[in-house]
């Protein structure tokens, strides 16, 4: 198993977010984690690499568990890749510069290195051309495309996607899904909070569905769609189909 969430529980004040969360994912899996608003999935996300903090239980990243805070926290989370829906990027540097920062500053990259590094990487995205342009200038599509560039320069065991192309115009969605299926077929493990169905069915190896920040039932995409077991799962489904 490469991650690990034993028991995960978590609060906002009164609002008890995520209740008693187990969940694995092996080395090369894919996992998409669907369900309504207010369901958690964001909040598992970003609990992964310790984004946000939890009230109780484990989380293990490659048979280690994360620490709250410290030098070691931040040696684990750099092994967990993370793409948001908003992209992030640094507006006053280049997108080349973007790409190595991080292999640089936390990897203790030589610049070189890394440079050779994040065009090949920018390559592999789509992107190549635009490696001395600033986020400005570029699509939101492209701009989400060099944030996973950003995120593979780190040579992540895992990545992390929390919805992204929610704040994409929809003539873009397809570029970013396009690079993440690629990923998949290539045997990175990932972990996806999404609402694009068709990704789901196509390029996950496994779907959990949460809802009232409990996993409520997890399955192969075919059998979620087909067949899902729960009546939440199944009024959940019933209201993307009716629309």
């Not at 984690?33 to 909040?43: F, Q």
């Not at 200038?137 to 989400?144: A, C, E, I, K």
């Not at 992204?164 to 570029?175: G, H, I, K, R």
């Not at 192969?220 to 019933?238: G, H, M, Y």
């Amino acid at each position: 198993m490469l991650v690990e969430l034993i028991g995960v529980n978590k609060h906002f004040g009164d609002l008890h977010v995520l209740k008693d969360v187990n969940l694995t994912v092996s080395r090369g899996e894919v996992v998409v984690v669907l369900g309504p608003s207010g369901s958690g999935k964001s909040t598992l996300c970003r609990a992964i690499n310790r984004l946000e903090s939890i009230g109780s239980g484990r989380i293990v990243i490659d048979g280690r568990e994360l620490p709250e805070e410290g030098k070691e926290l931040a040696r684990l989370r750099a092994d967990v890749g993370m793409v948001f829906q908003s992209f992030n990027l640094f507006a006053n540097k280049t997108i080349l510069d973007n790409v190595t920062l991080g292999p640089i500053k936390v990897r203790g990259m030589a610049k070189d290195e890394a440079q050779t590094l994040a065009r090949g990487l920018l390559s592999r995205v789509g992107v190549a051309d635009q490696a001395a342009k600033y986020p400005a200038q570029l699509s939101g599509g492209q701009q989400q495309r060099v944030a996973i560039a950003r995120a593979l320069a780190m040579r992540p065991k895992v990545m992390l996607f929390d919805e992204p192309t929610s704040a994409l115009d929809p003539e873009m969605v397809n570029e970013v899904l396009d690079v993440m299926t690629e990923l998949a077929a290539e045997g990175m493990t990932m972990i996806i909070v999404t609402h694009e169905m068709g990704f789901a069915r196509k390029a996950a190896d496994r779907v959990v569905f949460m809802a009232d920040g409990a996993v409520v039932e997890q399955a192969p995409p075919e059998e979620f769609f087909s067949q899902p077991r729960t009546e939440r799962a199944k009024d959940f489904l019933s209201k993307l189909i009716s629309h």
